[in-house]
């Protein structure tokens, strides 16, 4: 079945005048056109409830992480054989990884010590080796995972957007999709987490996670002049004015629940970012950081129901480790390794881990050459850097119905090019909304004369990670 | 297997045509010896508009048709077709091996396709489209035909829905009441609300209906305010923004003249501009206007185009098609982008036909609309630019004479002795360009421009680009206008681009689309819904209208009276349809007849859009700045603007989240129609934002009785007298408002900042709030200067997270906690002093209730961080005060501390007063009077027309 976001109007034309408020509150429930964010039925019996999105943004590196090449130590230093592929810059030899790899887990997956924490689960992960992107460039790599179109200032809605559009939300009282990023936005900004055409109840709400008031995380989420039985007072009076006036409409009507719906927002969303509500030992399970935090803040968000979270390493792209990748990448994953692990922990722990998709990945990945000095576009030291590569990198999925300590797909014997079962953007597209219980070919909103969908007219769902 | 059923493709090669029939053998033959083998072999990848190399193998067009790049078959010589080298893997005239995975195709059937294509690809005719949805027959794309109106048709409008209404036995509802239809109306061409004297003049007036409506009517559409409501209308569609879109590096995103754009607008509905000459404008006005003449103005007409994203250029180039042609004639051209349109009669050849036109129309130099001031700040204004100019001329000077002498052959040509230099100046040339650019934009003292483009060179064939992909170059195509069906050649366009031709195309009477678009868009704008409900979309994907003779006439009558958009909507206005109520008196047996109201049995209701319901706020509390025209505004910030809201500033790129939780239109591409949703963070604004509760505040203007403050409030909030039952709620919401206690200062969730001491005896608190509030700092201090010189306070300040006490016992930093009510309560946290072994003393915690006194005392030795400081189970009282008193211990020395306590509801731990949660500046209650106001301004009696 076709999930399509039937209008208000749609709405008002089935149901129509004169049915009073009888039977409002169950077809408020259940019906989109009222209340977009109202749950929505999948295609078929879903793996997945929910996702949450981990975004190394700026490119983390796959041969420094996930993608084991021994042959880097061997011809450290020399001309890569074989034809050179096009990146962003120029790159010059190969350059081993600083990080030691060792198998891993009872499925024996490599994992270098860059993720010690993250890698010490991998029986969880499900790495997929083989991906790859169409350019070596930061916007239109972001736009392609985040919304299957490339063009950057191409109207395209986001992954989350298309989710929550599918699947509503289970918790009216919060936003159905939330991109967190501490410190600002990443580059692109705010089309990251676009609605476009889809209307605006699917847009990301951008949470900046640096800052650390509450009522500055969504807009005009608290009252700042009224106590609030104040406000329940006015409400009340707004609701009694309102049921005097009742004729009967459904608009009319659903507004007075959305009243109803934002009072309990203002407390549920404060509420769900305050990780102080949390036990100490969960506190330190994540680490009292800022990417601790926020991780924390990931798992309380789908816990109450939010359909899709997204989590951004930092404002700009910090992964882009152009220059001595050892140093920069270390510190970066030094800051997000105990989040990560502690959130697959905890969601574990707890029975979410089931049916919550975890994704972790950048845009693209990096060369396994080293970047060379390019006058006027790098700092003339580059040393030890390395350069975008969408060619063939590295991303992991846990939960959510994925195989666990699976490891699909290679690249080419130095990391370079995805070469076997290689899985493009589009592919982890239609295999997430499969996860979701979606036909990626059938989930389209009609805009302008056609029927959009996320990966237009591509993508095969890579049947081979679902356990 | 099915077969995918495609429409026409109005190709024909050589002496195959598509719509042939075929003798019922060859059909057998397909049957049995060619489908088995392209269903087996061909169809994976040759289906649809996937399709690989775009050949598609599951139709017979698709076969004339061939790749992208060439043609497949040869219907002179089949077996030298090129498929059938490919299937025979010959390698000749570079054919791939075909098929590309599994086995190679038996030589049985190879020979049965060299058959098959020799009979001339016979294909069964019922796989072709039926009539009813060939395009050459689609209702939108024949001519206007406006039927005769019988004698005595009364109000042409009424005529025509009711005639279909009394067809399905459908009663019209009743006329609506005075109110409402003044409300109605108002909204509806000022889009904003009446005042209470206007609505009562209304009201009262004793003559009759058909008397006084249509001056109602005139007086509206002669205020300059329906310019400002029905421009923003045409903004939605022309995707109006004041930036650009995303731009890489941090350069300048404004467009610096957008206004010019929308006040040409505003104008051109105040002055009922022809419709005709409006969209010609849009489209072409730098070769309709004099440039330096009195008409110049219209120049900015241009902004239609000039007004796209920004981006690579094909997609920039899409845009401006896409609009013009969405926006404009209902059509959806776009999808021939990359391959023919899969339902409109509109090819890729067409397509490109007219990208021709946009490529040749650049942006140039913008001319001058209005006379620069003569005021000495324009001169320093212009002084500034100057120097800054003048900085970039002194760095590039000696660079671009070092370059020169490399490069002989590019003297003159600024440009391209740049791009000679070293990366590093480049950067720096760019970017002192860039200081230029962002000083104009943020000093907004230019005087207005117009952004038009201007045909550039001669007409040019342009390229057919093969999926989209301006790198894979096909065949070449003249400027010219899409055939729509028609079964003529269209005729090259011959002036400049085209563009002026291709804009009288679009403006033509004659022009199937154009009239029945416009007037279709009134009407709903009017009604809420279309004629055709896919406004943006009369192609054969979109819906067919409700009353196709209605729109006929009425788009025939729109031409005849001079494409004027000001009688159509009197036209439109004075009809009864228009006039009806939006309950019907029988609802629940004309209901089931035309549940969707496409009969128009009743009036919709609305909820006020974005732009209605901010400038009703402000138009109810008196506010509202009733300026003309000029530069953006940022109208989410404060200090809020109280100009119209179709003067905002819109941020093409980032658009504040609160215009799109409000369906407000995406100025990313054209918009037809906003969705409209119903979501709680709509609600949040109305509830929350200090946007509304300051128009709250100022809606509070007399003193008096409560009954006349009510009387007054309603009067203008909804231009009404208040009901008896409106009364009783004020009177007993106003009387049981507890507006808390002022003098205390305590924040909204009872906590109060200040500094004191403890009678150690008594246990009682002297208490002085902190009378200065460092807004940037976030913290409260004793008064401005800080640190307070010479004096115990010096240091005493409290913020968030961090604290400082004064020295001596009689200066510790104090903060409390008012007790709502009646409970027994727990304190949690710890008070931390990062500077370890530091100072000569570390500090003295108490905490202290008003009516028990000291409840704990604890002690944070100087070698020690943290110590916790709790309690457990301690009844409080309303009102109670428990104060968080800190001691410096005799010496301040490194006495920076945080203390972050939580006081938590023991039977209900949800219920909790977290110090930094809770942390804030002053604030100001809403007082009853004014959160009386707030509440009506939340009503759906506001924020509904009926």
Redesign the interface.
Known sequence: MNPKFY????F???????MGSIGLQSLLAGDRS????SPGKTHFDAKAKRVIHIFANGGPSQVDSFDYKPALKKYNGKEMPGDQLRTERKTGTLMDSSFEFKQRGESGIWASDLFPRVAEMVDDLCVINSMHANVPNH?PSLMLMNTGAE?????RPSLGSWVTYGLGTEN??L?GFVSLCPGGVP?????NWR???L???Y?G??VDTKK???SSL??????????????R???D??Q???A??D?G?P??N??????E???R??IEA??AF?V?REPENVRELYGKTLHGDQMLIARRLVERGVRFVQVWHGAGQPWDSHENIAKNHGRLANEADQPIAALLHDLKMRGLLEDTLVIWGGEFGRTPTVELP????NSPNTALGRDHNHHGFTMWMAGGGVKGGFQYGKTDEFGFKAVENPVHVHDLHATILHLLGFDHENLTYRY???DFRLTD?HGEVIKDLIA | MRLLLLPFLFSTVGILSSAESFPPEQIAFFETEIRPVLVDNCLKCHTG??ARVGLQLDHRDGWLKGSDYRKVINPHNAAESVILHAVRQNGKEKTPKMPEKGDKLNPEAIEALQKWIAMGLPWPINEKRDESTDPRKHWSFQPVNPPELPENAGHPIDYFIRTKLEEKGIAPAPRAGRYDLHRRLSFDLVGLPPTFEETEEFINNPEPHQKIWPALIDKFLASPQYGERWARHWMDIARYSDTK??E?GGRERKFIFSHTYRDWLIRSFNEDLPFDQFLLYQLAAEQLVDWKGADREHLAALGFISLS????QE?VIDDRI?TTF?GMMGL?V??ARCHDH???PVSTKEYYSLYGIFRNSLATDQPLIAEPPNTPEYKAYLGEIAKLEKKRTDYLTPLLARVLKENPKLKGNEAGLISKL???E??KARELQEDVKKFIAKKEMEPDKALIVKDHGKPSAQHVYIRGNPSRRGELVKASFPKLGSPSEPEPFKQGSGRLEMAKEIASAKNPLTARVIVNRVWMWHF??GIVR?V??F?L??EHPSHPELLDWLAGWFVQNGWSVKKLHRLILTSETWQQSS??PE??TT?PLD????LLW?S??H?LDFEQMRDAMLAASGELDTTLYGRSVKILEPPYSRRRSVYAFIDR????????????S?P???TGQR???????????T????FA?KRAENLIATSGTNEDLITALHRKVFAKEP?E??KI??DS?LK???S?DKSARQN??GWSYGWGGVDKQSGEVSFHLYQHWDAKKNDWRINKEYPVPDSPKRYLHTG??SMHPGLGEEYSNIFRWHS?KEMKIDISGEVTRPAVGKGRSGMVMHIVSSKNGILLTKKLPVNEKTIPVELGGIDVAPDEIISFVTDCDGDTSFDTYSWDP?VSNAGNP?ERW?Y??DF?GP????DAPA??A???L????F??IQ
Do not use: W
């Open positions: 209008s208000r109007r749609d008002v034309r089935a149901t129509g005048m004169g009222l209340n977009p964010l916007e063009r950057v200032n191409l109207v009216e009282n936003p580059i692109v900004e705010t089309q609605s476009a055409f209307p605006g109840a847009q709400t951008h650390n008031s509450i969504i807009p005009n989420l608290k009252n700042s002049r009224l106590r609030p039985y104040q406000q007072n006015q409400l009076l707004v009694a004015m309102n005097a006036d004729v409409d608009q009319m659903a507004r007075i629940h959305s009243l719906l934002a009072y927002m203002q404060s509420d305050d102080t390019t006058p006027g576009a302008a004369g056609r007219v | 508009a996937k879109g995303y890489a994203k920004n981006g690579k997609l896409d969405r959806t776009s999808c899969k339902f409109d070293p990366r590093e480049q950067k809420g819904e896919t943006s979309d192609g994907q979109g309950s019907h609802v629940e209901f549940p969707e109201n496409r009743r919709f209701r909820r790129q980032n658009l504040s989240s609160v215009f799109r939780h409000f369906d407000f995406n990313q591409e054209s969705p409209d949703t119903t979501i709680p963070m709509q609600a949040l604004f509830m929350n934002s200090d509760m009901s039952k409106d709620l004020a919401f049981s408002f507890h808390g909204l969730s968030n997270s709502p939580t949800e977290k930094s949660v804030s604030v100001t209650p809403l959160a009386y707030h509440a009506l939340n009503t759906n009696r924020l509904f």
